[in-house]
């Protein structure tokens, strides 16, 4: 499962794309929050830490499928 | 014309967004344009850079826009964001709606940009003399 990091998750992870190892591929936005922040620290420190699934908001609950497009959405702060 | 022009850019034109919007059923325009700052918390700021997660940011414009059309009685509304590298004062997002009266326009306006803020997929990195921020980021 690939995942695509943008602002400060991309630099938490050092690279743009993250690969989830299939032995640890996450069944939901809970899973995945959990794995990333057992991982990496630092995700655990941010103010918000949302994930999008084909690129809408997705709760926790919402189960993750192999062919979504699945990225990490860190604080935004445009504008 | 469209009812609706939403973009994210490499450079905003802040000349165009008169005749974006103009409309003979409108009395009114309002538009908000957000710049550079040179300073953040008594830190002088050099640039700011902006990334997106494109496809998303353009659906999440898009609901900003359908929304304050549904709340308002707007003729015509622009979202336009930038991204890349910014100098000091250089505009980075242009916001604005038309409307017959002027209440309208003037609260949609605010609205689209406090949405923009907090749902679209936009990271500001502020660069400083010997350092780097992404906004927001940590509490």
Known sequence: MDVLLF???????G???????????????QELKEYLIKK????????????AVNSEYAKDDITLNGNDEIAIIPPVSGG | MNKKIIEIVDVIDTSQVFT?????????ICVFV????????????????FETYKKMALKEMDKIAIDAMEKWKLNKVIIRHAVGLKKVE?????????????DACFEACRYLIDTLKETVPIWKKEMFENKTVWVSAHP
């Not at chain 2, 550079?36 to 640039?47: A, H, I, L, P, Q």
């Not at chain 2, 250089?90 to 604005?96: I, K, S």
């Open chain 1, 15 to 29: 690279k743009s794309e993250f690969e989830v190892p299939v032995d640890d591929t996450p069944k939901s936005v």
């Open chain 2, 34 to 49: 957000g710049t550079v700052r040179d300073f953040t918390k008594g830190e002088e700021v050099v640039s700011l850079e």
């Open chain 1, 7 to 13: 602002g400060i998750a991309k630099d938490i992870i």
């Open chain 1, 40 to 51: 990496f620290p630092d995700f655990g420190k941010l103010s918000s830490f949302a994930v």
């Open chain 2, 20 to 28: 974006e919007l103009s409309d003979a059923h409108s009395g009114g």
């Open chain 2, 90 to 102: 250089a505009p980075v997002v242009v916001v604005g709606a038309s409307s017959a009266h002027r």
